[in-house]
C-alpha cells in the first residue's frame, strides 16, 4: 500500500504517466460496466496505485451520473490493499453531504450514452473539458481549493496531469480560469518542472489567438497560475454537431495558423494541438490553450524522454507517433493544424481506432480518406492545403505555418494557391515505401505479367511477320509462275521453252491452292495464244502439274475450262497431259457435278483412255467407255444439278 492514499502522477516516468492515461481512456471508451481490474494489468507500484485511482475516480462518475449509489466497501472487499486510497477517491469524487445525483431521464429505448467530456484519443496530459453536468457533485464540493484573492466557482475541466476551475478574481471582479497540479500539494519534482514549463510558455505568449496567462502562484505549497477564462467552449464540442463550412473553417485554421507561427517565432512549440485545445470566445474568435506538452526551442534538457510517445494519436505528425522526440519541430504542429482543418471539414479526425495503438498505426502506415469523398463539396483547393499538411514526411509540409497562413488566405481571396495535389503516381510511390514487401510481391508480379504479355506481343509479331513474309515469297513465286506460263505461250523455241518448263517444275510446288488455280487459269489462257505443238505440250503439262494442287472450289470451275479446251486441242501429247489434268480434278468433284462435266463437253477420243481410270477410282469399279461412265454418274447423282454452260469459259 502505499503511503500516500493520492499517490502523485509527478513520480512516474513519462512513458508510465502515458500508460496510465492510455489506460484511463480505454477504460472510459469501454464503460458499460467494465471490470477495474481488467485494465489494471500486472503494472508494479507506485503505477499500479496512481492507475487504481484514477480507473476508480472514472468509475464513480458513471455511477452517480447514472444516478447509482456506490459504497467504498464495496471496492475495499476488491482491493483491500488499497484502503486508504479508496477513502480518499470517494471523498474527492463524493464528498460528505453532497447528494446523488439521479439518473437522467431516458429518450427511447435505451436512453442517451453517457458523456464525460473526455477526448477519448488522446494520450497525453492534458485538460478536456467536461459537459456542464459531468461532475454535478462538485459545484457545491467543499474540498475546492481556496485560493487567496480568488473565489473557486467550479470545476472546468480534469487532465492526466492539470486540474481548471471556474473562479472569480476578487479585485479586479472578473472570471478566470484556475489551474492547479493534478495532485496538489503533493506533486513530484518532475510534475512541478512540467507545470511551470507551461506557465512559462504562456507567460512568453502575447498574441489575440492565444490564452492568455494571468497570474502564477503558490498558496501554501500548492502551486496554480490563471488564464484567460474563454466561455465560448472548445472547438471539439462545436464540431461534434456538425462540421463547418469550407470558408469558416478555412478563417478558423487562418487564425490558429498565425498564432502557432508567433510562437514558433517565440522559440515555442505546442505539440498537443488539437481541437479540445481550441477554445471559442463569445464572437468565436480561436484561442489556443493548454501548452502542457510545450516544446522551448532554446534552453535546457526537455522533460520528454527519447522514445516517449507524447501527444493525441488522432492529431499527431508521424515522428511524433514514432516517438522521436528529437525530430518534432515545427512541421509537427503544421500537421496537427491539418488534422484541425480536416476536421472542421470532414467532422471527424483524419485517423481514429478503437484503441490509441489502432490510431496510431493509421498514422503511421494509412492515408486519411479524400476529404472530398466524405465531403464532396468542399473545394480542391481546401483539400489540397489540407493534403500537403497531412504528408507523412515532415520536408512535404508547408515550411512555416505562415506559409500555411497565406494559402488559406490565398484561397479565401480567390487567388491561386501554392501548393500543388499529389498525382496518382506518388500517391502509388507513397504507398510503396510504407509497404516495401506488399508492393515489392505486387510489382514482381506486375512484371511477371508484364514479361509474359511483351512475350505473346513478341510472339504475335514474329507469327505476323513470318506470315507477311510467306504471303510476300508466295506472291512472289505466283508472280514468277504466271510469267513463265505466259512466256510460254508466246515463244516458239523449243530450248526456250524447256528453259520456262523447269521454271515451272521447280516453282509450282510452292504455291498454295489459290496460287494453283490462278496459275493453271494462266496455262489455259496461254494454250489459247499458240498452236505451237510444242509449246502446247509444255503447258499441258504445267496444267497436269497444278491440278492435284487445287482445292474443291477451284476444281470445278478450273474442270469446266480445262474440258472446254480439250475439245478444240488435236495434238495427243497435248490432250494427253490435259486428261490428266482433269483426271486429278474431277477426284476434287463430287459425283452429279462429274455427271454434268461429261454430258456437257464432247471429250476427244484420245482423252478417254486416260479419264477412265480416274473416273472408275471415283466410282469404285471399272468402266469400258466413257458413255457407260457418263450413264453411271448421271443415275449415282440422281440427275442433280445442271448440266454446265456451253459458253466459253
Sequence with gaps: MSDHPLPAVGSLSPSQAQHVDRVCLDFEAAWKRPRIEDYLGDVGEPQRSVLLRELLAVE??????????????????????????????????????????????????CGPAPETGADPSRTSPELAPPQADSVPSIKQSPSLPEIPGYKVLKLLGR?????????????????????ITLT???????????FRTEAEAIARLQHANIVQIYEVGDSGGLPYFTLEYVPGGSLS????KSPQQPRAAARLVEQLACAVHYAHQQGIMHRDLKPA?????????????????????EGGPGLTQSGAIMGTPSYMAPEQARGETKAVGPAADVYALGAI????????????????????????NQEPVPVRRLQPKVPKDLETICYKCLQKEPHKRYASAEELAEDLRRFQAGEPIRARRVGRVKRLLKWARRRPAVAALLGMTALAVLLVFALVVALDATRNTE???????????????????????????????????????????????AGAREAAQTALNSMDRTTNPYALDRLSEAFARLAPMLDAAGAREIARHAAHRMEKITYVE????????????????????????????????????????????????????????AKWFREAGDGKGAPASRDKP
Design 60 to 109: 464513480l462518475a458513471y455511477r452517480l451520473r447514472s444516478g447509482e449509489p456506490p459504497a467504498p466497501e464495496e471496492y475495499q472487499a476488491r482491493f483491500p490493499e488499497h484502503a486508504a486510497l479508496i477513502d480518499a477517491v470517494f471523498a474527492e469524487v463524493i464528498p460528505e453531504g453532497a447528494a446523488v445525483p439521479p439518473a437522467p431521464a431516458a429518450t427511447g429505448r
Design 159 to 179: 487532465g492526466g496531469m492539470g486540474v481548471v476551475y471556474k473562479a472569480r478574481q476578487v479585485a479586479l471582479k472578473r472570471l478566470v480560469a484556475l489551474k
Design 184 to 194: 496538489g500539494g503533493h506533486a513530484g519534482p518532475q510534475e512541478l518542472a512540467r
Design 237 to 240: 464540442a462545436r464540431l461534434a
Design 277 to 297: 485545445n481550441v477554445l471559442l470566445a463569445e464572437d468565436s474568435t480561436p484561442k489556443v490553450t493548454d501548452f502542457g506538452l510545450a516544446k522551448q526551442v
Design 341 to 364: 482543418l480536416y476536421e472542421c471539414l470532414t467532422g471527424r479526425p483524419p485517423f481514429r481506432g478503437p484503441t490509441s495503438a489502432d490510431t496510431l498505426m493509421q498514422v503511421l
Design 467 to 513: 506470315q507477311e513474309k510467306a504471303r510476300k515469297a508466295r506472291a512472289e513465286t505466283l508472280g514468277s509462275v504466271q510469267t513463265t506460263l505466259e512466256q510460254m505461250g508466246q515463244t516458239t523455241n523449243p530450248d526456250t521453252l524447256v528453259r520456262l518448263f523447269e521454271v515451272i517444275r521447280t516453282q509450282a510446288g510452292k504455291l498454295d491452292a
Design 574 to 629: 497435248a490432250l494427253r497431259w490435259l486428261s490428266q489434268g482433269v483426271g486429278a480434278l474431277l477426284a476434287r468433284m463430287n459425283k452429279p457435278e462429274v455427271a454434268n462435266l461429261l454430258a456437257s463437253y464432247s471429250i476427244p477420243f484420245p482423252a478417254h483412255e486416260i479419264l477412265l481410270p480416274h473416273l472408275g477410282n471415283i466410282a469404285g469399279r471399272k468402266f469400258a467407255s466413257l458413255d457407260e461412265a
